[in-house]
């Protein structure tokens, strides 16, 4: 093990999903989160979706482009968050991330895409899914990173998960956000899963999850990165020039040996 330990790795296999209070010390925490700031008072005047930018609309009505935003530069995410802001991008591809992914989906680790999550004021909730509806062409192996910039907590709309959902394979989700109907979860296993600012939460792309909406007065942001152990492509930089992403749309992060799919 490079990064776990025995426990953490059991853990992770029996759950689906694993947290790590201090990922990030204060400082890399507070660089992060500044290099966020800067690129969102960038984009301040922002009044409609683009290159990645999705703003919070009126209704909750996140996925409808056209829709009114509540106020401009009032983002519920930035999706490609790696071409965006090179603080989230060192995080993401650092040693100590890749050593901890290796750890867990060996020594091939590809970038499958990165945001972050805005969850201001009233932010609005996501209903419970798999990570791994969104890519059902590709064989469920991904495994979701979430570092919290600020404490997120249950009154803040941290996430909640149903321990060892990841066992049950894909679950048909429905309507255009992709959600499971509660119907087919039992809700009584759901438990939060707070997380301090710089902590990290791990989890299986087939692990069930949700978060509340944020009922505090204060915002509560968090960067997202997913991995791959194959080379199935960049979900989010297409069209896009990276150092290091390859003319076939592949991003190896760490490649012990050539993979082919």
Not at 222 to 232: G, H, K
Request: net charge negative; with cysteine; aromatic share 8%.
């Amino acid at each position: 093990m490079k990064y776990l330990t025995e426990e953490q790795y059991e853990r992770f296999q029996q759950d689906g999903y694993l947290v790590i209070d201090d990922f990030l010390t204060p400082e890399e925490t507070a660089r992060t989160r500044a290099g966020i700031d800067k690129v969102c008072r960038e984009h301040a005047n922002m009044t409609k979706d683009a290159d990645g930018f999705n703003l919070e609309k009126v209704g909750g009505n996140s996925l409808g482009a056209n829709g009114v935003a509540i106020r401009p530069g009032m983002f519920r995410k930035i999706q490609g968050a790696v071409r965006h802001v090179p603080e989230v991008t060192d995080v993401f591809t650092g040693e100590k991330m890749l050593d901890c992914m290796e750890d867990l989906m060996g020594p091939n680790i590809y970038y499958h895409s990165s945001k972050v999550m805005f969850k201001p004021p009233g932010g609005s909730a996501k209903p419970w899914h798999q990570d791994a509806a969104y890519w059902r062409q590709f064989d469920p192996n991904q495994i979701t990173v979430w570092i919290a910039m600020d404490n997120a907590t249950e009154e803040n709309g941290c996430i909640w998960a149903i321990p060892g959902s990841h066992k049950l394979g894909h679950i048909p989700h429905v309507k255009a956000e992709l959600q499971v109907d509660e119907s087919r979860i039992d809700l009584n296993d759901a438990v939060p899963v707070p997380v301090p600012a710089g902590g990290l939460l791990i989890f299986h792309s087939l692990v069930l999850h949700q978060s509340g909406k944020n009922d505090s007065d204060k915002t509560r942001w968090a960067i997202i990165c997913d991995y791959d152990c194959l080379p199935n492509g960049a979900h989010d930089l297409r069209e896009t020039k990276m150092p290091g992403l390859r003319e076939d749309g592949v991003w190896p992060l760490r490649e012990a040996e050539k993979v082919l799919v």
